[in-house]
Structure formats: C-alpha cells, structure tokens
C-alpha cells in the first residue's frame, strides 16, 4: 500500500539524525492510527522501539479542533522565537558579475568544498524544537547535517 510506505519511508527519515538514537517509542495519533496494515508495518520496520496508540487516536484532531472552538485559550499553540527561510541565487559568473557581487553562504556546510558546479539536495525535518537540515550531494552522495534549536 503506498500510503502505508510513504509512512514508514518519512519515520525512516526522521530517525536518519543522531538525536533520534534516544527515540524508543513511536506514538501513532490521527485518524489512520488505529490500521492494523499500518501498525504492523510499523513494529516489523522498528522493531525493537515501543508502538504506542491513544485509545482516542482517531478523535485527536477533531476533539482539539471542538475544544479550541469553544474555549480558545485552553490550546496553547508553541510560537517560535525564530523562524526559517531559503534563499536562491543565480549562479556567479566572474565575466558578468562583479566581484563584489559573489555570495557564499554556508547554512549547511557540504563536504569537499571545490569551485566545481555541484548539485545538492536539501531537505528540511521539522520536529519539537528543532529544525534539522540534511543536504546530500547528489554526485558523490555526500551527506551533510545541520540541527537549529529554537529554544
């Protein structure tokens, strides 16, 4: 079911960080938690980590909607102090530009730095209060990693 394999390929991603060696449990919450086809593809892939389901699992969100709409102030929504962004430029050409025009930014810093043109895959895991930033050379498949606190 692709479904079921997007789930697990996105929970396979998120536990890619070094942070994620202290995850033992894995909570299902949301209407399609209670899956038997889900939950076992879950256990069999992260075996030996706790599965846990809510007995209300499939009422989570709606129960947080019904109680935001009548009592707003009892949610406490989590504002962070920072937020995040991306920013592309043009390529720097040294016969168009001027020197001072030439930009180097290092968010994320790649392996083996070199003036060749490289092409990079960047992708972004938003969890808790952090943000993680994974960019992998797609020549090389050279891997780099970055964790923001927003605490």
Request: negative net charge; glycine residues 4%; aromatic residues 10%.
């Amino acid at each position: 079911m692709p479904t079921i394999a997007a789930i697990i390929d996105k929970i396979k991603e998120a536990l890619l960080f070094d942070t994620s060696k202290e995850v033992s449990l894995i909570m299902l919450i949301g209407g399609f938690a209670k899956n038997d086809l889900l939950r076992n593809e879950v256990e069999i892939n992260f075996h030996p980590k706790r599965i846990i389901t809510t007995p209300d699992a499939n009422f989570a969100v709606l129960k947080g909607a019904v109680l935001y709409g009548h009592q707003p102030g009892s949610i406490d929504p989590h504002v962070t102090r920072y937020t995040y962004g991306v920013k592309v430029t043009i390529p720097f050409h040294p016969n168009v530009h001027e020197d001072n025009r030439k930009f180097i930014d290092e968010s994320v810093c790649i392996p083996r730095p070199s003036e060749e043109e490289r092409e990079v895959e960047v992708n972004f895991i938003f969890g808790n209060t952090e943000l993680n930033v994974r960019a992998v050379e797609t020549r090389y498949r050279k891997e780099a990693v970055t964790y923001l606190s927003f605490e």
